[in-house]
C-alpha cells in the first residue's frame, strides 16, 4: 500500500499467545472454507499495518482481524436463524441483510469464549459490515482491511482506497472505503440496507460540521 509506514509490532509473550491461539482457532473453524479463512488472516496482516500506521492497538486490530468472519463457517440459514435467536432487528426482513449479520452474531458470541479481549474489538467487529456513527480508530481500521486487504480483485474504487494509506488521514481512507462500498452495492444492483443511508447521513454531517 503506497505512503504506508513500514513498522513492525511488538507484542508482550502474553499478547503474542494469545494471537497465536486465535490464528489456531480461526484456522480450524474455517477450515472448511480455505478462500475465507486466507481472507481472515489478510485482514488481520492488514488491520496490523494500518493499526501502525494509523497510531492504533496492532494486537487488538490483529485479533480483530482474525475474528471478524468468525460467523461465516455457517451457512446464509444458520446465520439468519442465530441473529433471530439473539434479537438482532435491523429493522428488515433479516433475509435481505444476512451479508450484514456474521460481525452483528460473533460480537454477541465470542466474548465469552474469548474474555481477554476487550469490548472495543467486539465493537469494531459488529459494525465492520454496515458502519456506525461514530467510528473509532479501531473500528475504521478494521472496516478499511476488511476492504483492501491484498485478496481483494483490484477494483477501480478499491485501488484507490488502499493508494490514500499514509496519504490520507485515517478518518478519510474510512470515508472513502465506506463510500466506494455504497457505491459498489448500488453499482451491482444490490438491496441497500436503510441503515446504511442513516449512517451515511451522520457521519456527511460530521465531516461537514468538522470542515471536511
Request: hydrophobic share 45%.
Amino acid at each position: 500500500m503506497r505512503g504506508e509506514t513500514r513498522l513492525v509490532a511488538a507484542y508482550s509473550p502474553e499478547q503474542r499467545s494469545l494471537l497465536d491461539r486465535l490464528r489456531a482457532d480461526v484456522t480450524e473453524h474455517l477450515s472448511a472454507k480455505p478462500r475465507r479463512l486466507a481472507h481472515s488472516i489478510s485482514v488481520a496482516d492488514t488491520a496490523e499495518r494500518l493499526a501502525l500506521t494509523y497510531g492504533v492497538d496492532p494486537f487488538l486490530a490483529r485479533a480483530a482481524g482474525l475474528l471478524h468472519d468468525w460467523e461465516k463457517a455457517s451457512s446464509v440459514p444458520e446465520q439468519v436463524a442465530r441473529a433471530r435467536e439473539l434479537g438482532i432487528d435491523l429493522g428488515v426482513d433479516l433475509e435481505l441483510v444476512h451479508p450484514l449479520l456474521h460481525g452483528m452474531i460473533a460480537a454477541r458470541t465470542l466474548p465469552s469464549r474469548y474474555p481477554e479481549l476487550p469490548p472495543e474489538v467486539w465493537r469494531a467487529i459488529e459494525v465492520h459490515t454496515m458502519a456506525a456513527a461514530p467510528m473509532g480508530p479501531l473500528d475504521q481500521v478494521l472496516f478499511v482491511a476488511d476492504g483492501i486487504e491484498p485478496l481483494r480483485p483490484d477494483t477501480p474504487g478499491i485501488l484507490r482506497t488502499r493508494s490514500l494509506v499514509g496519504e490520507a488521514s485515517l478518518d478519510d481512507l474510512f470515508w472513502a472505503s465506506f463510500v466506494g462500498g455504497i457505491v459498489y452495492v448500488l453499482e451491482g444492483g444490490r438491496y441497500l440496507y436503510p441503515g446504511t443511508v442513516d449512517v451515511y447521513n451522520s457521519l456527511a454531517a460530521e465531516r461537514a460540521a468538522n470542515g471536511r
